[in-house]
Every structure is written in C-alpha cells, then in structure tokens.
C-alpha cells in the first residue's frame, strides 16, 4: 500500500469557521508534511513532522495548526482563515528525513474560503 | 543552496512524438533528483528518481530521465507521447541537510495535441 489518504476532498469554510483536514499513510513512514499549492504554481512546503514531532514551520499562520497524534495520522486544524487562503492542500509522507527518500504525496483537498 | 529551473514553462507536441522537458539544478554536493507528474486536481506522482547510481534513470509510463553531472541537467524523455501524459510536470531536488525538504522547479505543462 503506497497510498497517502487526504480528506475531504473538498472544503468550503467560512472565515469564521474551524475545519479540520485529515491525512493518513500505513506505510510506516515516519516524516509526514502539509503543502499548500496555488493554481499554476508548484507547492510550498508549510509544515514538516518527524516522529511526530515538528520539525520544520515555514513561517505559517498561527491560523494554521498541524497535529500529529500518531506514526500514521497527520491534521491540519483551520480556523480564521482568509479567502487568500483558498489553495490545494497536499499531505505527503516519506519514510524519514533523508534526502534520498521519495515523497509520497495524497490527491489533496480543495479548500474554498468564502 | 540547491535550486532547480525549468527551461519551459509549456511544451506542446502531437500525440506520438517524443517528448522533452528539460531541468537545470544547482547543487554544492551530489543531488537527489525527481520529476513528478500531476495531473489536474490530483496530488502529486512520481515519475523516477535519480540519486547518484546510474545516470540513465528509468520511470513508469515510459519516460526516462538522464543525469548529466558536467550540464547540471537532468531532462525528461518519452519517445512517443500519449494523450493522458497531458498534465503538469515538476522537477525536484531535495534539500542537502536531509531536512525532509524539496525544491521544486516553477513546472512545465505538457500538451499532447491529437
């Protein structure tokens, strides 16, 4: 099973609501990551964690907070967001940190901020 | 610092000729090297990897990329394009500090014309 699962597929939020995206892997990947994508753009790296631990934020909104509660789960908590913030979301998993791994990436959810 | 470029923004070609989408990294050491392919709203698939065994790399769905250390290159192949290889395609490197991180080209969209 190579498959990161990513839900819900789509998302549409008001800026005064709190949504949650959900990602999971059963690969025993240990590194797991949020990206955001913009139409026409490659994704950029929001969040990284590292036996579930965070290890990398890329300076991201305090409106954005990840959790990861096991080995295998990976949430992105959303609250007060902005329409600016309407993009793709990526989840990806890889078995550790080296460089030589290879990201394995879930079909991502269309979030929509109204 | 690694960096990647995508010489072309677009390519289009007809179904049945090759295909070519040419990278340029910058690495101060020997890099890992990807392209990955995504398709509109879905997440992200790899194509091939390259990290420093053979520089002729082979990938799913026919392409093949080579790795030439003295052009800094690592362009993308396929003999005979095909209708569904029409989608976004990214050149990656991953981060020298194995910090979980990559760098992704600005992408090139293929057009397979009929």
């Known amino acids: ?114 | 610092a690694q960096s990647v470029t995508q010489l072309d923004s677009h390519v289009s070609v007809s179904e049945g000729t090759p295909v070519l989408l040419r990278c340029n990294y910058s690495s101060s050491y020997s890099p890992s090297l990807f392209w990955y392919v995504q398709h509109p709203n879905k997440g992200l698939q790899l194509l091939l990897k390259y990290t420093s065994a053979a520089t002729l790399v082979k990938g799913i769905n026919g392409f093949e990329a080579e790795f030439k250390k003295s052009e800094t290159s690592f362009h993308l192949t396929k003999p005979s394009a095909h209708m569904s290889d029409a989608a976004e395609y990214f050149c990656v490197v991953s981060d020298a500090s194995n910090t979980g991180k990559l760098i992704f080209g600005q992408g090139t969209t293929l057009q397979v014309k009929p």
């Open chain 1, 1 to 114: 099973d190579t498959e990161v699962t990513q839900t819900p597929k789509h998302l549409v939020m008001g800026m005064t609501n709190k949504k949650s995206l959900k990602c999971e892997q059963h690969m025993g990947h240990r590194a797991m990551y949020w990206y955001k994508q913009k139409a026409k753009k490659p994704p950029e790296l929001m969040f990284v964690y590292s036996y579930e631990k965070l290890s990398i934020n890329e300076s991201v909104p305090s409106r954005f907070s990840p959790e990861c509660p096991n080995s295998s789960l990976l949430n992105l908590h959303l609250h007060a967001l902005q329409p600016e913030d309407s993009a793709l979301y990526l989840c990806a998993s890889s078995q550790d940190l080296l460089g030589t791994r290879i990201a394995f990436f879930g079909q991502g959810t269309r979030l929509t901020v109204v």
